[in-house]
């Protein structure tokens, strides 16, 4: 992911100086705040910053950082804070959190390449570990996402590069879209 502000970031983290950000939000809102920058985290490739502001401790994905400014405030960490144990706790309750859907794909040797465009780096691993491939190339693998939405948007990606074993929702989800999708783009002659 691109990180044009992370030098700056790094350089408030270093200092023990406030950071005033602008940042967009996972569902598109821009917000501004002035933070005070406890540390950084890398997570799979993936730059966060845990800060204070407010008067709470937040976690900010460096690539949604629209801007970010130093300021000459210097600021003091709370007494006793441990970014690895802050961190560990904030993942952990962040993964509960979050809605699974559990899927099983059939995936054609073509979309290996693609895969990790749409899904991301770690889909590496998850490749891997998967089994070996059939007669014609193809690996099954397991994925979650965030919804049945999520699953089928990718299925219909990729078309025919891809099939969707289970669940059976979602195999029939994949298959009416693809009909309404057809009898939509037929209809336009």
């Not at 996972?26 to 540390?39: H, K, Q």
């Amino acid at each position: 992911e691109p990180v044009p502000h992370l030098r700056v970031i790094q350089e408030a983290v270093w200092q023990d100086r406030r950071l005033r950000l602008a940042y967009r939000r996972a569902d598109g809102a821009r917000r501004e705040r002035l933070v005070d920058p406890y540390g950084l985290v890398a997570k799979a490739s993936i730059w966060y910053l845990v800060a204070g502001a407010g008067g709470q401790i937040r976690v900010y994905r460096v690539s949604r950082v629209l801007a970010a400014t130093l300021t000459d405030e210097p600021f003091e960490r709370p007494p006793g804070f441990d970014l690895g144990a802050y961190w560990a706790a904030w993942s952990a309750e962040f993964e509960a959190s979050r809605p699974k859907y559990a899927a099983t794909l059939r995936v054609s040797p073509e979309a290996i390449p693609v895969l990790p465009l749409m899904l991301g780096e770690g889909v590496h691993a998850l490749l891997a570990r998967a089994g070996p491939p059939d007669g014609e190339g193809w690996i099954t693998v397991s994925l979650t996402f965030d919804s049945l939405e999520g699953a089928r948007s990718l299925a219909l990606g990729l078309g025919t590069m891809v099939e969707a074993l289970a669940p059976a929702g979602l195999r029939a989800s994949v298959a009416e879209w693809a009909e309404r999708t057809a009898a939509f783009y037929r209809g336009r002659g």
